[in-house]
């Protein structure tokens, strides 16, 4: 069986070109770079290689509600002086701030991850890949933490539609907290988070008490992590954590939550994991040979964020990487050294073993709460969200032509062209 009928990678150059405004830390760029990485490489050769389609308004409504979804559709920078009281409750403004095309950028990252949990629903992909997904803190009704969209959400209720039990890992040095909050009364999704915790660190929650609700009780794991965690000392936490949670669990598909931003040296992070650390999760959450959807998240120094993703995209298809950089259309982002590995920072592990030993004792307790895995009677399986038709060529000419030729490489694998690759640039303020 080739690699390349099995995985799916979802793309869109549009994506990246937004812009959150000078000196905000998000930059969507990260994205263009990493994409080209992956070309330079020759990865896409080994993957099908899709562009999302943008995610409908009443898709986005399955979990966020209505008026948010429609006020997000509808508020441009041009209007935000009209709606203060509506920005306040939307949590809109500063940390998500309102620019061009949002609503289109929240489009795109929602659409490529129900795009991927569909590609496994219907057996076509047993790895579904979406770099630019995983806005974990999103909730059903405002915006947190760069997070418009909680396009893991969607993701997740589209694959419960084919699955009884679906297991959610976030990575991020941040906790998956609009993730958890989703489904903290349920036992249909388990969420595991691994996040620095205390020392008012956003978003405060996480605590390895909080262990879900009702009949999500014990459901929800957080694994809360000090300043400074290295690989071996995070990787050794992590496969112990899930071995024992697919064990007891037994998830008909999972979702990866892969956050750039607890590797060392990043603008927000606090973690010192190397790109090897980090992909040896996605390596050992692979082996388990369960249907697998991969989305990004955070990460603030770009370039190492488009050096992790193109590793772990390396590793999804079992595949190895030299270490130099080939020439790509961001080359002089990764001089002087042009290397895919990224030295570790000088900082101290404030993890000690002891710690580390009683959160560990502390999950395996809670996950012995869970007697079995719970026994779901599934209902005749609902149909896909209901897609207006519309004829997209129709709707805006002038748009739709400005994005085939601004994307130039999203095409099925069989039509692919060997050209030029992405070359969407975008100015960098910082």
Partial sequence: MKAKDRISYFYDGDVGNVYFGPNHPMKPHRL???????????????????????????????????????????????????????LARYNLGGDCPVFENLFEFCQ?????????????NNGSSD?????????????????????????????????LKFHARVLYIDI?????????????????????????????????????KDIGGKEGKYYAINVPLKDGIDDNSFTRLFKTIISKVVETYLPGAIVLQCGADSLAGDRLGCFNLSI??????????????????VTG???????????????????????????????????????????LKIPNSNIENMNSKSYLSAVKVQVMESLRSIQHAPSVQMHEVPPDFYIPDIDEDLQN???????????????RDDEYYEGDNDNDHMDDTL
């Fill in 172 to 208: 991020d040095v941040h906790h998956g907290d609009g993730v958890e909050e989703a489904f903290f009364y349920t036992d249909r999704v388990m969420t595991v988070s691994f996040h620095k915790f205390g020392d008012m660190f956003f978003p405060g929650t996480g605590d390895i």
């Fill in 297 to 339: 998240g955070g990460g603030y120094t770009k370039e190492n964020v488009a050096r992790c993703w193109t590793v772990e995209t390396a590793v999804l298809l079992e595949t190895s990487l030299p270490n130099e950089i080939p020439e790509n259309d961001y080359s002089e982002y990764f001089a002087p050294g042009y290397s």
């Fill in 397 to 411: 000419p002038d748009e739709r032509i400005h994005q085939i030729t601004q994307d130039r490489m999203i095409e």
């Fill in 32 to 86: 263009c770079m990493t994409h080209s990485l992956v070309l330079s490489y020759g990865l896409h050769s080994k993957m099908e290689i899709f562009r999302p389609h943008k995610a409908y308004p009443v898709e986005l409504a399955q979990f966020h509600g209505a008026d948010y979804v429609e006020f997000l559709h509808r508020i441009t920078p041009h209007t935000t002086h009209l709606y203060s009281r509506e």
């Fill in 127 to 159: 790895i579904a890949i979406n770099w630019a997904g995983g806005l974990h803190h999103a909730k059903k009704c405002e915006a947190s933490g760069f997070c418009y969209i909680n396009d893991l959400v969607l993701g997740i209720l589209e694959l």
């Fill in 108 to 120: 795109l990252y929602a659409g490529g991850t129900i795009d991927a949990a569909r590609r496994l």
């Fill in 276 to 293: 090897e650390g980090h992909a040896e999760c996605v390596r050992f959450v692979r082996k388990f040979n369960i249907p697998l959807l």
